[in-house]
């Protein structure tokens, strides 16, 4: 086979490989969150594929090495590849029981282990099919590996930065099966080698293009958005999702609620949205606030609205849109700023009376924004007397998580109380951590009373949320201060995730999440 047409194949190879292990977290991800076991999992099915594929192929290679077996590998490869989008829901319908590790590996395993195999089959075959000269073999095996890796970097860049934001998880896995089928003709019709029979390798050409016509078909009605789902978006940083279900409106960001809103008049319906709003009764005059996290904007119209100059930090352009477009957010109630917040923190020169970090999901805490350094920047950042708040999501009051971050805030703060808003006090929900200089009091009056709000439904859940949160303040026990050097915030992150994302299954509908 001409060498240039097999390094050809070798890279486009290549690059699927790590196409592939980069796409299994936006396929995967908004189900199961985008964790440290997505991770794990991921790149394991990965290195275990590989490794099976390499000795496998070696084998089938020795056996007689020729295009046609190369094109056996890329095609069946190319078409497992294009039915990736259409496994997903039936295989996440069927491990919904299980435990969420086993669940992550049966479907990490079941989605990315045969394509991959196949795939580390394809060098070992390249490898025969290029080896002319015994002499030479060591120099073309360095050749081949290095094209494939040299691709695999290429396109791990290009999956990131480019595609994905462009194409989409699905549309992406579209292109990515359709090259490892044309690859597969290629190979299948490549001159050079042994003599090719052309009415064979036309009538197996016929089978593949077949074969991709009839998986590429149904795609069409797949690409439509389920009902319920009113968007779905790839940006750099997340799967975004926009879903409407028993009258509320939610924004999930790699599956997990991040806004959840009165779908009649997108009245927030969060309760730890309350529970931050007492922080603004902690000063006698609206001032300044930094939101470090925009999410859908709720937390932003609520500070707006009372009068509060508002500023926020989002790291992701893809979420201001659908705050804009879905949830009622006003772009002119608010100074934006598109970056990272830490690095805002650091940038900005600006003062705040209140800072919101609204930016930690269950599966997901940023660990730079939560370390010692972390919360000297933004004390740095605060007016005199001001208040930093964190919302955080723990199982129970007493979380190691929400020990952790308390002691990490003490150590540039006086003050720290945490504000729950579930009960009982064992169950999984959010905190908000409230840090500052001054004591933090709040004049009953502001409080509410929740007898004289029950003609407003909206109204008498915000007071109540409201006294539930201030009435249950606590100081948290003291925990393991986090630094930029030493923080294993993924591991707590990860064992609440658990929990949350079987909550998650009876609060969202599954098809609103795997469809």
Request: aromatic share 6%.
């Amino acid at each position: 086979m001409n060498r240039g047409v097999l390094y050809l194949i070798v890279s486009i190879s290549g690059a699927a490989v790590l196409a592939l292990e980069i796409l299994g977290t936006r396929l995967l991800g908004p189900f199961f969150g985008v964790g440290l076991f997505l991770w794990s999992a991921l790149i394991s099915t990965a290195l275990a594929a590989l490794s099976f594929g390499y000795w496998l192929g070696g084998k089938y290679a020795d056996g007689g090495p020729s295009g046609r077996r190369l094109a056996l590998l890329l095609g069946s490869a190319g078409i497992y590849v294009l039915l990736l989008p259409l496994m997903k829901s039936p295989l996440i319908v069927a491990t919904d029981q299980l435990e969420l590790r086993t669940a992550i590996l049966c479907v990490s395993g079941l989605l990315f282990f045969p394509p991959l195999a196949l795939l580390g089959g394809v060098t070992p075959m390249a490898v025969r099919l290029a080896a002319s000269d015994v002499s030479r073999i060591g120099r073309t095996t360095g050749e081949l590996f290095a094209i494939s890796t040299l691709a695999s970097v290429l396109a791990a860049l290009a999956t990131g930065f480019v595609l994905i934001p462009w194409l989409g998880t699905s549309r992406l896995l579209l292109a990515i099966g359709s090259a490892l089928v044309a690859a597969a003709i290629l190979a299948r019709l490549a001159p050079g080698g042994a003599r090719v029979d052309k009415r064979a390798a036309r009538r197996e050409v016929g089978v593949m293009l077949g074969i991709t016509a009839l998986v590429i078909g149904p795609r069409v009605e797949a690409e439509r958005l389920p009902d319920g789902v009113l968007a779905a978006v790839s940006s750099p940083y997340a799967e975004l999702r926009v879903v409407e279900h028993d009258q509320q409106r939610e924004l999930l960001i790699d599956g997990g609620i991040h806004t959840l809103v009165r779908a009649s008049d997108l009245a927030p319906r969060q309760a730890y949205l309350m529970a931050a709003e007492l922080a603004l009764d902690c000063f006698a005059d609206a001032g300044d606030v930094l939101l470090i996290g925009l999410g859908g904007g709720a937390a932003a119209r609520l500070f707006a609205e009372r009068g509060w100059r508002v500023t926020a930090v989002e790291i992701d352009p893809f979420v201001p849109p659908l705050a804009q477009q879905y949830f009622g957010w006003s772009p002119d109630s608010t100074e934006l700023h598109i970056e990272d917040g830490r690095r805002h923190l650091q940038r900005s020169r600006e003062r705040y009376d209140f800072i919101l970090m609204d930016a930690f999901g269950s599966s997901s805490i940023p660990f730079h924004l939560v370390t010692q350094e972390c919360f000297a920047e933004a004390k740095a950042r605060l007016a005199l007397g001001g208040v930093l708040a964190l919302n955080i999501e723990t199982v129970g009051w007493d979380d190691p998580l929400a020990r952790a971050l308390a002691s990490t805030l003490g150590t540039s703060f006086h003050d720290v109380i945490a504000l729950p808003t579930v009960e009982p006090p064992d169950r999984l929900g959010n905190i908000i951590l409230l840090a500052s200089d001054r004591e933090l009091h709040i004049r009953p009056e502001l409080l509410g009373d929740p007898l004289e709000a029950l003609t407003d439904a909206q109204r008498h859940w915000r007071v109540v949320q409201r006294l539930h949160a201030w009435n249950n303040r606590f100081e948290p026990q003291i925990g393991r201060i986090l630094t930029d050097d030493w923080n294993p915030v993924e591991i707590p992150a990860e064992r609440i995730n658990r929990v949350a994302r079987k909550e998650l299954r009876k609060l969202v509908p599954l098809r609103l999440l795997a469809g």
